[in-house]
């Protein structure tokens, strides 16, 4: 195996007949909530927002955007009677779709480990060879990720799924498993938005806020150049906020799909991701609360540490 196919592992195949599988890849707080409570209005697509459900604490006071705690809902109910009847073990506090492997640290390791340079792709696959617990590991995951996509899309009876779940590395295993049609949206916001909220969600300095983007955005960017502009969209979130028909139209000519019919904004959602998913989309706008919260010093640490990268997307 070459460094190139090492560092990607993705089968050019046929996908006619396989389901298609929308993925928004991206940075934390770079929009994709809004995207994608958007995109869900869609008849044609079914989702949950974030199909990794890594980040959801307390169960018991989770809520779903439909306004049910999620242990309530009777969507999420059925979900979980569907996958009993599959015979597959799924709680409210662990899916099992995400790449991990808690009892396993070197499986995890190879799991969890960031999207890298093709060197550390090789022995990443190298791993995976060597290591059959971590090929079982992986092919259970997948598997999990299979029967659950197909379950909501049954019951939101739409053939496309969306998985908001934005990591790169997430993204090339399901696209080795070479059992979806993937076409990948790489959204995009200032770097400056997204640190600002990092730090204020997280408690961090705005020096660990602007390395966190310049790692996570170099990923994205690698992966996008990747897979090419056939299987990836690139979005700016200040251009959905700003003119969201233009950008959902384009997104659903990328998908191959119409624009979404005036009913089909009244089906229930059952998303998953930050506190957006409980609000309203009526008023949609443009946040830039960055301009007016970020000081000097922090606008000038994130000009020194990720500022070329920003003005390569084209942020001034």
């Known amino acids: 195996m070459t460094a190139q196919e090492a560092n990607m592992d993705i089968t050019s195949t046929n996908n006619r007949g396989k389901r298609r599988l929308a993925y928004i890849m991206g940075p934390s707080y770079s929009g994709s909530t809004l995207l994608t409570l958007l995109l869900a209005d869609h008849p044609r697509i079914a989702t949950v927002g974030e199909l990794k459900a890594s980040a959801m604490g307390d169960i018991t006071t989770y809520y779903c955007s439909c306004g049910e705690v999620l242990t309530d809902c009777h969507f ?9 009847v599959e015979g597959r073990d799924f709680t409210f506090d662990n899916f099992k779709t995400h790449f991990r492997a808690p009892h396993h640290p070197f499986v995890d390791l190879l799991l969890r480990s960031t999207l890298r340079d ?27 990720n ?38 990948t949206i790489h959204l995009i916001r200032d770097g400056r938005g997204v640190a600002n909220s990092y730090m204020r969600h997280n408690k961090t300095t705005m020096s660990q806020a602007s390395r966190h983007w310049l790692q996570t955005q170099r990923e ?42 005036d009913s089909a ?32 010093d ?19």
């Open 118 to 144: 093709p060197l550390f792709e090789t022995l990443r696959a190298m791993g995976f060879v060597l290591s059959c617990t971590a090929q079982e590991t992986r092919r259970q995951i997948i598997l999990q």
């Open 220 to 261: 994205c960017d690698r992966m996008a150049k990747q897979l090419g502009d056939s299987r990836c969209l690139t979005v700016y979130y200040e251009d959905l906020c700003r003119e969201p028909e233009k950008t959902l139209t384009a997104i659903y000519h990328f998908f191959g799909l119409t624009a979404k019919t």
């Open 76 to 84: 999420w109910k059925t979900v979980q009677d569907e996958m009993s």
């Open 146 to 183: 299979q029967i659950l996509i197909d379950i909501i899309c049954d019951l939101q009876q739409a053939e496309n799924f969306l998985d908001d779940s934005k990591e790169p590395i997430r993204l090339k295993y399901l696209l080795k498993a070479n059992l979806w049609d993937i076409r």
């Open 298 to 316: 922090d606008l000038q640490i994130f000009a020194r540490t990720a500022g070329a990268l920003n003005h390569l997307h084209g942020y001034n």
């Open 265 to 296: 904004s009244h089906r229930t959602k059952h998303i998953m991701g930050n506190q957006m998913r409980l609000g309203s989309l009526k008023d949609i706008r443009l946040d830039e609360k960055w301009k007016h919260t970020l000081s000097p």
